[in-house]
């Protein structure tokens, strides 16, 4: 069925949800007023709608290829690529210095959900630029910023990032990748990188890579890790295109889903980089673009979640079979599927405007400098990628069940949402680490930031038990619950809170979804049905898998690869 993009949901979430109203009142973003906010997003709805979704079938039935050294990508993509660009979509956050429009994050991210629900495969590339054009801005010096980022967001050139190599995945710190001085304050960069997303295309004129790599007198780990930027074709300052650098694509990997998307193998053979940022100090500036991609990628999992929710409901309404309480035929009446749908469309709407709020305290963090902000967009980051990477998954998996048998039949598509969208639960950070970052990493302020969050639901529950009760209450003592369990996983070991790490996580998301469920209902009362659902059906979840977080690591480890072979 056509992709319908949810404009009116956007505008819905960004006014009442998660408060954009205070993002635009800052200086920096003055000029998201109401109107320019209607007009993006329904522009960017128009393309999605009627250039990026006609592609999704083409991307998964034409995958892109290798031939003799050159990525040809499917059918269309070069078109709708162009598209993207030409509108300005690439740098719709970007510095206005460099040609980018400067709005929020929180715009961007909701233009983003569209166009992967539209084409994931296709969307996944300018959302890898947008990450590169922003750890430029960050740690690039000024020669290379004004070189390379005005083509990024013209979309003549496109970005990359280089972390993985064979021996080195999450563990980033055991990469071999070598980068040797030119004398020149250029670098030969050599190496193999693996599962590089969008890797290579044929239609834009340059691919830059960031490329982590140790320098000759790099410590071990990642405290000796640099960054470089190393372009297919070496730039002359006018950005007129020279001499092809010396790196190339080995081989395109053959994956589960997102067959559109060139995931390449590539190789570094003294290729010449220029350093980005301090030596040694890669990490720092790779995490600006991870951290970036982590939220887009979060939204990734949103996008699917909706794509397949409109296609099951379509499917739903129009297929008769069988007799139901309300007299009619379609499946739509079943109470069974109406279970399904109703939890695709709740556990959408969590992710959503969770992602949302994410984008919206990085905003306000970048507007104001406040550290408050700062420490709310970190705690929210994790939780929005894997919150949003496994709702994709499994709304899409309840999407292939609502289709019954036709669902197993790829001409339907339902399959296709459920294989494109697997590995984000796995990239940018699989989601078990994002769970630890949170318990961890996320937690060394004592919890701090995590309790100032817990506090505003605690204080709107008890503001709103006057108009909903009942609702209120739940979620109220679910706030509670979790308060008391984040200040027992404080006290613990660093084994004990990974061991619970996931179930935190996910804790943590089905109370924020409840809270957020809730203010919708109190701003528009036929949502209440909806949040019914969330916070009756769902948010109970949480106080098992607090249990679960309480149990902490003894019982995993005394578990042993023997006793799991038997």
């Known amino acids: 069925m056509?992709?319908?993009?949810?404009?009116?949901?956007?505008?819905?979430?960004?006014?009442?949800?998660?408060?954009?109203?205070?993002?635009?009142?800052?200086?920096?973003?003055?000029?998201?007023?109401?109107?320019?906010?209607?007009a993006i997003l329904s522009e960017a709805g128009k393309l999605s709608e009627t250039v990026l979704a006609p592609l999704n079938r083409a991307g998964d039935k034409f995958p892109a290829r290798l031939e003799n050294g050159v990525v040809r990508t499917s059918p269309g993509f070069a078109e709708g690529f162009r598209a993207i660009a030409e509108g300005g979509w690439v740098g719709i956050s970007a510095n206005p210095e460099h040609g980018g429009m400067g709005l929020p994050m929180a715009v961007t991210t909701a233009v983003n959900e569209m166009m992967g629900s539209a084409c994931l495969a296709l969307q996944l590339n300018p959302l890898l630029t947008q990450g590169q054009i922003e750890a430029l801005e960050h740690h690039a010096s000024p020669e290379i910023?004004?070189?390379?980022?005005?083509?990024?967001?013209?979309?003549?050139?496109?970005?990359?990032?280089?972390?993985?190599?064979?021996?080195?995945?999450?563990?980033?710190?055991?990469?071999?990748?070598?980068?040797?001085?030119?004398?020149?304050?250029?670098?030969?960069?050599?190496?193999?990188?693996?599962?590089?997303?969008w890797g290579d295309n044929d239609f834009a004129e340059n691919i830059c890579h960031l490329v982590l790599a140790r320098l000759p007198d790099a410590a071990p780990g990642t405290r000796g890790i640099s960054l470089f930027m190393v372009p297919k074709f070496l730039p002359n300052p006018d950005g007129s295109l020279g001499a092809?650098?010396?790196?190339?694509?080995?081989?395109?990997?053959?994956?589960?889903g997102l067959h559109g998307s060139p995931t390449a193998v590539m190789q570094f053979d003294g290729a010449k980089g220029w350093l980005i940022g301090e030596e040694h100090k890669g990490m720092a500036a790779m995490f600006t673009m991870m951290n970036n991609?982590?939220?887009?990628?979060?939204?990734?999992?949103?996008?699917?979640?909706?794509?397949?929710?409109?296609?099951?409901?379509?499917?739903?309404?129009?297929?008769?079979?069988?007799?139901?309480?309300?007299?009619?035929?379609?499946?739509?009446?079943?109470?069974?599927?109406?279970r399904m749908l109703g939890v695709m469309k709740a556990e959408t709407f969590s992710a959503r405007a969770i992602a949302l709020a994410c984008a919206v305290a990085i905003d306000m963090a970048r507007a104001t400098g406040s550290t408050d902000w700062q420490a709310r967009?970190?705690?929210?980051?994790?939780?929005?990628?894997?919150?949003?990477?496994?709702?994709?998954?499994?709304?899409?998996?309840?999407?292939?069940?609502?289709?019954?048998?036709?669902?197993?039949i790829e001409?339907?598509?339902?399959?296709?949402f459920s294989r494109d969208v697997r590995v984000t639960s796995i990239y940018e950070g699989t989601n078990g680490i994002q769970a630890m970052d949170l318990v961890g990493r996320k937690m060394m302020d004592g919890g701090e930031a995590a309790y100032r969050l817990l506090q505003e639901i605690e204080d709107h529950a008890r503001n709103s038990r006057a108009n909903l009760p009942d609702l209120a209450g739940d979620v109220w003592a679910a706030a509670?619950?979790?308060?008391?369990?984040?200040?027992?996983?404080?006290?613990?070991?660093?084994?004990?809170?990974?061991?619970?790490?996931?179930?935190?996580?996910?804790?943590?998301?089905?109370?924020?979804?409840?809270?957020?469920?809730?203010?919708a209902a109190l701003a528009d009362?036929?949502?209440?049905?909806?949040?019914?659902?969330?916070?009756?059906?769902?948010?109970?979840?949480?106080?098992?898998?607090?249990?679960?977080?309480?149990?902490?690591?003894?019982?995993?480890?005394?578990?042993?690869?023997?006793?799991?072979a038997s």
Do not use: C
């Not at 967009?377 to 899409?396: M, S």
């Not at 001409?411 to 296709?416: I, L, R, V, Y």
């Not at 009756?536 to 480890?557: C, F, I, S, V, W």
């Open 145 to 197: 910023q004004a070189l390379y980022i005005p083509r990024l967001i013209s979309g003549e050139w496109t970005g990359t990032m280089n972390l993985t190599e064979p021996q080195a995945g999450s563990d980033v710190g055991a990469l071999r990748s070598r980068a040797e001085p030119n004398g020149d304050g250029t670098y030969a960069v050599s190496g193999q990188k693996i599962y590089i997303s």
């Open 377 to 408: 967009a970190a705690l929210l980051t994790p939780i929005a990628k894997a919150f949003g990477t496994d709702i994709g998954h499994e709304v899409a998996h309840l999407g292939v069940q609502v289709h019954g048998g036709m669902g197993f």
């Open 525 to 564: 009362a036929a949502r209440l049905p909806l949040a019914r659902i969330a916070i009756r059906r769902l948010l109970p979840e949480h106080a098992a898998l607090l249990a679960q977080l309480r149990e902490g690591a003894a019982d995993l480890y005394a578990l042993t690869p023997e006793a799991l």
């Open 244 to 256: 092809r650098n010396s790196l190339s694509v080995v081989s395109l990997e053959h994956k589960m």
């Open 480 to 519: 509670e619950a979790l308060r008391e369990a984040t200040e027992w996983l404080v006290a613990q070991s660093a084994d004990d809170r990974n061991a619970g790490a996931v179930a935190y996580l996910r804790a943590f998301a089905r109370v924020l979804g409840g809270h957020y469920h809730l203010k």
């Open 293 to 338: 991609a982590r939220l887009g990628v979060g939204v990734q999992g949103v996008s699917v979640a909706e794509a397949a929710l409109q296609q099951a409901l379509a499917y739903a309404q129009d297929r008769k079979q069988g007799k139901t309480p309300l007299g009619a035929t379609s499946i739509i009446d079943h109470a069974d599927v109406r």
């Open 2 to 38: 056509p992709y319908r993009a949810p404009v009116s949901e956007f505008r819905f979430v960004l006014d009442q949800i998660v408060g954009l109203q205070q993002v635009a009142e800052t200086a920096l973003f003055a000029e998201a007023t109401p109107d320019t906010v209607e």
């Open 411 to 416: 001409e339907t598509g339902a399959a296709q």
